[in-house]
């Protein structure tokens, strides 16, 4: 039987036609709530609007927005206001990163990635965040990575986004601690989803063994619901054991550590 316990509530995902934003936007329908699904491919989101609500009885709005375009945020947040929809949680998921050394990447590519990991993120959450202090009842998750946690040469842009992505989150919680609305920071691991691929990752070690996106996904969601500040969510043993020493180990150290792993195999 589906567990309604999250009927009534509306959720807005970004990246939501593939990987964890996917599950996410399954899980919740599951959970008996209702979507706006948001990435640039609408073929992909209207397949997905299709399938949950013939499966969960449950409404989904579709929006094909590049989130890189400098006015999609507004633009977004106005047809969800035109549309009479008050946003329960939000989450921010879509982001994609590059592998490569950063003198030799196209800047276009490397741009495109701050507007949409930082940029459009910080935006989204710019707009819906009076929204939710208005009723003083909402969540937000942004889906940040274990890359947060240090540099990382070869993916130079791609790992200072997401600490960036993590400190934003980390202070608005704290900003935030006085109201009942919570704000997640979701960092996965290497995770089985399209990310690999387009960034070229899947030719490294640290995508030899991947999480399924959708544990990662549940990982997330349940922690949001918690109003859980971090969530660390599919390392390996392996992976867990180098975080537990992070700490003493020498930056340079590190780095050279990071930039082995990241190179080709």
Known sequence: MTNKTEKNKIALITGASSGIGKEMARIHAERGGDLVIIATRKNRLDELKLELEKNYSVKVMVIAKDLTQPDAPKEIYEEVKTAEIKIDYLINNAGFGGRGQFIER????????????????????????????????????????????????????????????????????????????????????????EFAKVSGM????????????????????????SGKLDVIAGLTFGQKLMFAILPFMSKKTLLKQIHQMQKAV
Not at 154 to 162: F, G, S
Not at 204 to 215: G, M
């Open 106 to 193: 196209d800047w276009n590519i490397d741009l495109d990635m701050i507007k949409l990991n930082v940029i459009a993120l910080t935006a989204l959450t710019k707009l819906f965040l009076p929204d939710l202090l208005s009723k003083n009842s909402g969540k937000i998750l942004n889906v940040s990575s274990t890359a947060a946690f240090m540099p990382g040469p070869l993916q130079a842009v791609y790992y200072a986004t997401k600490a960036f992505v993590t400190s934003f989150s980390n202070a608005l919680s704290e900003e935030l601690s006085e109201t009942s609305i919570t704000v997640t920071t979701l960092m996965p691991g290497a995770t089985e989803t």
């Open 202 to 225: 899947d030719k490294t070690s640290l995508f030899n063994k991947t999480a399924s996106a959708r544990n990662v996904a549940k990982e997330g969601y349940n922690g949001m619901l």
